[in-house]
């Protein structure tokens, strides 16, 4: 595949990768409801804003050195 290809990628390790994205994301976006509904309790911090910026900002550079390659 092209996409794969082009990322220096197998299946399994875009899989992998793609697949702790979205976890990480949806689990961010949960904790994001539940204080938006309860403005009272405090983020975990593994999951607030400064840290979900961190994260894709990892995930980025990681991607692009990996398309360096």
Same mark, same amino acid.
């Given at each position: 595949?092209?996409? /794969?290809?082009?990322?220096?990628?197998?299946?399994l390790? &875009?899989? $992998? %990768?793609? @697949?702790?994205?979205?976890?990480? /994301?949806?689990?961010?976006?949960?904790?994001?409801?539940? &204080?938006? $509904? %309860?403005? @009272?309790?405090?983020?975990?911090?593994?999951?607030?804003?400064?840290?979900?910026?961190?994260?894709?900002?990892?995930?980025?550079?990681?991607?692009?050195?990996?398309?360096?390659?």
């Amino acid at each position: 595949m092209k996409h /794969l290809e082009e990322n220096n990628e197998t299946y399994l390790s &875009h899989l $992998i %990768f793609a @697949f702790k994205i979205a976890i990480q /994301l949806y689990l961010s976006s949960v904790f994001f409801v539940i &204080h938006a $509904i %309860f403005p @009272f309790w405090e983020m975990p911090a593994n999951f607030n804003l400064n840290a979900t910026c961190k994260k894709i900002q990892e995930w980025n550079n990681y991607s692009e050195k990996r398309k360096n390659k």
